[in-house]
C-alpha cells in the first residue's frame, strides 16, 4: 500500500462535494472482514483485505470509525504502543475497549471534530464509540459493558462539545437501555442490523436521545442531517442512499477497489505457493541441513526404537504437517515452529514435515551412532509440550492424559 498518497487533512468525500456544507463521514463498526484462521488469528489474505479498507477510509476522509469487537483481532497490530499513531489510528474511536498491557493502547473514548458552519460560526461535534463484547477481544484488550460506561463518557464528551453522538456497534435491541443510561448522548447511530430484517429499523427516541439504526447493506450509505432550530436546539433528518442505484460508480473508486480484490487474489496465491514449495522440499529424507546441526531424522531412530517408532508414526506428531495441507490459505512461516521440525530457527523454511523425534529429543547423530554414549531425558517434559500446545493453541491441553496418548 505505499503508493498510496497519505492524506493529512481531515476533509471528507461529501465536504469537497458539497462546498460549504459542513459534514462528518462516519462509520458505526464492523467494516473489517473478521474471518480468523484455526487459531484464532487473522487469515493473510484478509488481514490485506482489512489494510485496504482502512487505506481506503483514509483516502476518502471517513472522519471517526468506531473501532467494535469485529475490527479489534486486526486492529491490534496497528494499536500496539512505541509506534506513532497512523493517520488511520487516530481516527479511530472507542469507550468500551480498554487495554490491558502495556503493549497496546487502546483508542480514545470520543474524538471531537470541529465544523465551520455556513454562517461562519464553529460546531464541535464530539463522537463516542461504543462496541459489544462478541467477538471476544484478542489477548491484551478487555471490553466493558458499553450500558455502563456510556452515561459518564456522554459527560464528559457534553462539556468538550456542543452536540454528542454516539456511533454504536451493539444489537438493535440494547440500543434504548444504553440511550436511557446516558442522556447526554443527543444522537446515537446504531450500526448493529445483523439481518436483512433489521435493515430498516425506523428512528427510536429515548428520553432526549435520537436513535438511528444504519443499514444492514454495506452498499447503502445513510445519510443524517441536522437542522438548528430557532429555540436553540436542532433537528434531525435520516435517509438512506442506495449506491447500486442512484449513485454511478466513481471510476477512480473502481480502481481501487480492484486494486484491493487483486492484492487479497494475490496474497492467496502466494500463500499456496508457499506451502507448495515448502512441501515440495522438506521431505524428510530429502533434507540435508539438519546433519549440520547435528540431527539425523527420525528413520535413524527406527532401528534400534522400533517400538516407539511405530507408537509415533501413528501418532498426531508425525502428521502434524497434513493440518497445514488442509489450511493452505491459513499457511504462514510461523506454522511451522509448532506443525514442523525446525532445525533452526532462523532458517524455517528448511523445517522437516512432521514433529519428529528430534524435535522434542533434540540433535540426536551423535547418539545414533555411538548409542553407549547414552541421548539425554526430556528434563522438563511440561515445558516441552507446552511451548506448542499454548493456551491459544490447546485451550483444553491437560498433560497427564496428553501424554497417555503420546507415551511411546
Ligand atoms: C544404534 C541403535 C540406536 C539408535 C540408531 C538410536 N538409539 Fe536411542 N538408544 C539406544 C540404546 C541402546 C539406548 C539405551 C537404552 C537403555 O539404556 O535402556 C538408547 C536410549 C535412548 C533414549 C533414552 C535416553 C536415556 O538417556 O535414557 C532416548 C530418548 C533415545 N534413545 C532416543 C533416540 C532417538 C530420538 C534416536 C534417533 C535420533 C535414537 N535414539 C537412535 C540405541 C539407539
Ligand atoms: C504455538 C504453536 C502453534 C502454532 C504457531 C500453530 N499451531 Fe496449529 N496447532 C498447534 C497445536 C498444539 C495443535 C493441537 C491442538 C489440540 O488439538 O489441542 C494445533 C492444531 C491445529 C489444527 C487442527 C488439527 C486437528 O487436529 O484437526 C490446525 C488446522 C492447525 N493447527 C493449523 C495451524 C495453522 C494454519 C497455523 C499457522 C497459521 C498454526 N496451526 C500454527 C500448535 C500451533
Ligand atoms: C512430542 C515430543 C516427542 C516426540 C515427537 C518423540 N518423543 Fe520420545 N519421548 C518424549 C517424552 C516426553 C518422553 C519421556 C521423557 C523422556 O524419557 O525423555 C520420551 C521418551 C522416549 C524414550 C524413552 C522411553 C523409555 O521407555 O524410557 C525413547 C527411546 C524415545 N522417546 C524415542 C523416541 C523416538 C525414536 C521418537 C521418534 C520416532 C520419539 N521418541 C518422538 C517426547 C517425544
Ligand atoms: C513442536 C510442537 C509440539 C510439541 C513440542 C508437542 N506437541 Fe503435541 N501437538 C502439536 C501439534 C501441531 C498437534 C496437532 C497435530 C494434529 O492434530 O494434526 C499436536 C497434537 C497433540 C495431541 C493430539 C491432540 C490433542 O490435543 O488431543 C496430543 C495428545 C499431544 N499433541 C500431546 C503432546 C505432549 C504430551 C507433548 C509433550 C510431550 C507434546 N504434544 C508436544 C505440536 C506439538
Not at 528430534?358 to 551423535?366: K, M, T, V, W, Y
Request: aromatic letters at 6%.
Amino acid at each position: 500500500m505505499g503508493g498510496l498518497a497519505r492524506r493529512v487533512s481531515y476533509s471528507n468525500l461529501f465536504s469537497e462535494k458539497m462546498k460549504g456544507l459542513p459534514s462528518l463521514l462516519v462509520d458505526g463498526g464492523n467494516y473489517l472482514t473478521d474471518e480468523r484462521g484455526y487459531h484464532g488469528e487473522v487469515r493473510p489474505d484478509v488481514a490485506v483485505k482489512d489494510e485496504w479498507i482502512l487505506n481506503a477510509y483514509e483516502k476518502y476522509g471517513v472522519d471517526v470509525a468506531n473501532l467494535s469487537s469485529h475490527e479489534l483481532r486486526y486492529a491490534a497490530r496497528l494499536l500496539k504502543t512505541g509506534s506513532e499513531p497512523s493517520s488511520i489510528v487516530r481516527r479511530l474511536v472507542s469507550a468500551n475497549i480498554v487495554s490491558e498491557s502495556k503493549e497496546f493502547s487502546a483508542p480514545p473514548p470520543f474524538l471531537v471534530r470541529e465544523l465551520t458552519l455556513r454562517n461562519g460560526g464553529k460546531l464541535k461535534v464530539a463522537i463516542i464509540g461504543l462496541t459489544e463484547a462478541q467477538p471476544a477481544p484478542p489477548r491484551g484488550f478487555r471490553i466493558e459493558d458499553p450500558a455502563k460506561v456510556a452515561a459518564s463518557v456522554a459527560q464528559t464528551a457534553k462539556k468538550t462539545a456542543d452536540v454528542v453522538v454516539a456511533l454504536a456497534r451493539i444489537k438493535q435491541s440494547d440500543a434504548r437501555r444504553v440511550a436511557e443510561l446516558a442522556p447526554a448522548i443527543d444522537v446515537m447511530l446504531v450500526a448493529g442490523a445483523d439481518s436483512v430484517a433489521e435493515s430498516f429499523t425506523p428512528p427510536q427516541v429515548a428520553g432526549r436521545t435520537q436513535i438511528y439504526f444504519s443499514s444492514f447493506e454495506t452498499r447503502m450509505l445513510g445519510e443524517l442531517r441536522f437542522y438548528r432550530q430557532s429555540g436553540g436546539g436542532f433537528g434531525t433528518r435520516a435517509r438512506y442512499i442506495s449506491l447500486d442505484d442512484v449513485v454511478p460508480d466513481d471510476r477512480a473508486a473502481l480502481d481501487f477497489a480492484n486494486a484491493a480484490k487483486a492484492a487479497e487474489e494475490q496474497t492467496r496465491s502466494a500463500t499456496k505457493d508457499l506451502l507448495e514449495d515448502w512441501l515440495s522440499k522438506s521431505r524428510s529424507d530429502a533434507v540435508k541441513t539438519q546433519t549440520s546441526h547435528g540431527f539425523t531424522g527420525s528413520a535413524a531412530c527406527a532401528g534400534c526404537h522400533q517400538g516407539q517408532y511405530v507408537k509415533w508414526s501413528s501418532g498426531p506428531h508425525a502428521h502434524a504437517t497434513d493440518r497445514l495441507v488442509q489450511k493452505v490459505f491459513e499457511f504462514e512461516v510461523g506454522c511451522l515452529s509448532c506443525h514442523a521440525s525446525n532445525r533452526d530457527p532462523k532458517q524455517m523454511l528448511q523445517s522437516i514435515q512432521g514433529i519428529d523425534c528430534e524435535r522434542c529429543h533434540g540433535p540426536g547423530a551423535e547418539h545414533a551412532s555411538k548409542p553407549a554414549t547414552g541421548y539425554g531425558r526430556i528434563v522438563d517434559v511440561k515445558s516441552n509440550c507446552l511451548s506448542c500446545h499454548t493456551a491459544d493453541t490447546s485451550p483444553r491441553f491437560d498433560l497427564q492424559s496428553a501424554m497417555t496418548t503420546v507415551k511411546h
